[in-house]
């Protein structure tokens, strides 16, 4: 175990090592491409970068290829910052050492008990702790009197007294009458879990209870394990009667945890915050929204299963715990395993990101100009980015994340990954965008966009129809939605919705699974027209059985039908129980989902906007201020504008 020295320790070889300026020489064709891979290599973001240029050389000094070598490191204002943090935590570990040391011992007086046995008379002094006062011969005198006891050893009160053993001593005779003594009974609950002790005190003549007295009631009456030793001591000396305690609980079991896996990058793309300037302009390159990685840099670490822990009752009976499940696990591209089956590292440089719930590493293909007729349509297993346009009628597709410096006119995007377009989005009712994970534009108009996590948009949507599988958000200064259907499984949100005068139909869809629905309507269509043919074909199949039933046989030409008839009705009954097992599971998925869905205008609402979230729907007829919409059993309420929920945040005034 990891003890405050060895803390120390680890903190301060940090420190340490932080302070050590770590640098790196690259040498690219261009400054832009040195900067990028110097950041790469040392693992930190652009805007942490401090460079130096070593030497830039034009093409016609270098025979027709440029070259820029710089010198790379972290600046220092940011290990500057880390090292103030290491030495609070150092500050932090110095005041509990600190506490942990003058920790004080509590003041507590000696104490004098008296127990009337069968053998005879007793004495217990304990001595103080701390600070406090230790028992007297005087108070030992005034302490059996008190108790009415004349007849005593005075030398072996005086003895007990000087010792301050902390033990039971005899100092006299007692007569007992066993017909009075005190009494117990214990009580153990039906689960086994607790066990309470009842005491009625003893008569004239009778005696008093021991510790080892309640230990050997404890054992008649099974209770064998659960009790606190110490508790049972001093009750035994200050006894509490006529009131039932517990002296003993049982221990519940605790189970194992599932094997998991422990990520050393973002996986939530929620987290991810756009900075808007005062002037509603955003930069892109303080999203981290591409997470870069090294070659061999620590990804993730598998946790094996742990097994948990029994319990056990107070009788003694044992409570088996659940042990954890281990689950198998896999890797995408570009990562590997190291020798203990465990560590997940990047196999290349690239960058790092989750495909259908795997790590994998990606690398970047980058077009210098637009995606058009130079490139022809782009088909890439990686990231992808375009410095330009993407042109009408020109497609791209990537297996990771894709960067558009440009806009998307009329064309076709997909990715697995994120897609972000610093312009936007614009077609005639001819551009489809659909993103693995999020979508990131300045503007969407008269297009379709598909995210498997969030849109965020920073100007406005404008006659499209856009499907989230979380959350749309348009944050801009002009962030408004205006015609078009959009539909999220949490929340949309704007500034205004909806246009003056409502000529242009605005819907806007919550609390539900966008591509959940879509499949479910399309197995219940595919379901409806299957049936139909299954029926056909199982009374054309009934019908021919029927004859030969009656006839005792069929032709060669019918009994062929029959038995094509037979196994057509069997794989389209195979196929209906396959739809119905989708259906039952996407039912269900849907009814689980716990979001209500909210859909929230900061500014204003015009009348013809239409809001439907999960089965109900309300078309607005009256212009709303700063409004959220919410569902309120079972219907739609206009509430106070909310905040969005892991909204972008706000740019700071200046």
């Known amino acids: 175990m990891l003890d405050l020295d060895g803390l120390a320790g680890i903190i301060r070889k940090r420190l340490n090592d932080d302070l050590e300026v770590k640098s790196v020489e690259v040498e690219m064709p261009t400054l832009d491409d040195a900067v990028h891979e110097a950041a790469c290599m040392l693992g930190i973001p652009i805007y942490s970068l401090d460079y130096e240029i ?10 027709g ?27 932090t570990v110095d005041a509990v050492k600190e506490a942990e040391e003058m920790e004080l011992i509590e003041d507590m007086d000696g104490e004098i008990f008296i127990k009337r046995l069968a053998s005879g008379i007793h004495i217990k002094v304990t001595p103080p702790e701390g600070t406090g006062a230790a028992v007297c011969l005087s108070a030992a005198k005034d302490a059996l009197a008190a108790a009415n006891i004349a007849n005593y050893d005075a030398n072996a009160v005086k003895a007990a007294v000087a010792k301050q053993s902390g033990k039971y001593v005899r100092i006299g005779d007692y007569a007992n009458n066993p017909a009075n003594n005190a009494a117990m009974s214990i009580e153990v609950t039906e689960d086994e879990m607790r066990a309470f002790l009842y005491v009625n005190p003893p008569g004239p003549g009778g005696t008093d209870i021991m510790f080892a007295d309640i230990k050997n009631t ?18 035994a000396d200050k006894p509490v009667y006529r009131e039932k305690v517990c002296i003993a609980k049982g221990t519940p079991p605790v189970n194992g945890i599932n094997s998991f896996m422990q990520y050393f990058f973002e996986t939530d793309q929620s987290k991810i915050r756009l900075r808007e300037s005062s002037d509603g302009k955003v930069d892109y390159k303080e999203l981290n929204i591409i997470q870069n990685v090294r070659e061999n840099q620590v990804l993730a670490i598998w946790n094996n299963a742990e097994p948990g822990k029994d319990g056990s009752t107070v009788t003694g009976r044992i409570l088996m715990s659940q042990p954890g499940k281990e689950t198998a696990f896999d890797i995408g591209n570009n ?33 210098a100009g637009d995606v058009g007729v130079k490139t022809g349509n782009i088909d ?47 077609g005639k009712e001819g551009t489809f965008v659909q993103s693995g994970c999020s979508v990131w534009a300045k503007f969407i108009e008269n297009g379709t966009v598909k995210s498997g996590n969030v849109i965020n948009v920073t100007d406005g949507i404008i006659n499209s129809n856009v499907d989230a599988a979380k959350k749309i958000f348009c944050s801009g200064k002009r962030a408004s939605i205006v015609g078009g259907r959009l539909r999220a499984s949490e929340e949309i949100s704007c500034k205004t919705l909806g246009a003056v005068g409502g000529s242009t139909e605005t819907i806007c869809e919550v609390a539900f699974d966008p591509e959940s629905r879509s499949q479910l309507e399309a197995l219940q269509t595919e379901r409806a027209t299957l049936g139909g043919e299954f029926d056909e074909v199982a009374l054309n199949a009934r019908t021919l059985d029927n004859n030969k039933k009656t006839r005792g046989f069929l032709p060669d030409d019918k009994e062929e039908i029959l038995q094509e008839l037979l196994k057509k009705r069997e794989s389209l009954a195979e196929r209906l129980r396959e739809i119905d097992e989708q259906i039952a599971e996407l039912q269900q998925h849907l009814s689980s989902l716990v979001v209500n869905g909210r859909v929230s205008a900061s500014v204003k609402v015009y009348p013809g906007v239409c809001v439907r979230i999960r089965d109900a729907e309300e078309k607005i007829r009256s212009e709303y201020k700063a409004v959220t919409f919410v569902l309120d059993h079972g219907l739609i309420a206009s509430t106070k504008y909310a905040e969005p929920v892991a909204a972008p945040e706000k740019p700071e005034r200046k």
């Open 54 to 63: 070593l030497e830039h050389k034009t093409a016609f000094l270098t025979f």
């Open 65 to 91: 290829k440029n070259l820029c070598r710089i010198r790379g490191y972290e600046r220092v204002s940011v290990k500057r910052k880390k090292r103030e943090e290491e030495e609070a935590a150092q500050k």
């Open 380 to 426: 890439f297993n990686g990231a992808v980015f375009v410095k330009g346009d993407v042109i009408e009628g020109f497609k791209i597709k990537a297996s990771g994340s894709i960067d558009i410096n440009g806009t998307i006119n009329k064309a076709t995007v997909v990715a697995d990954g994120d897609i972000i377009v610093k312009q936007g989005i614009y």
């Open 218 to 235: 404890m054992k008649m009456h099974g209770v064998t394990s659960g009790a606190d030793e110490e508790f049972l001591e001093t009750f």
């Open 335 to 367: 990562v590997r395993k190291e020798a203990d089956g465990r560590t997940i590292v990047a196999a290349i440089s690239g960058q790092v990101m989750m495909v259908n719930g795997k790590i994998s590493v990606e690398p970047v293909l980058e077009i």
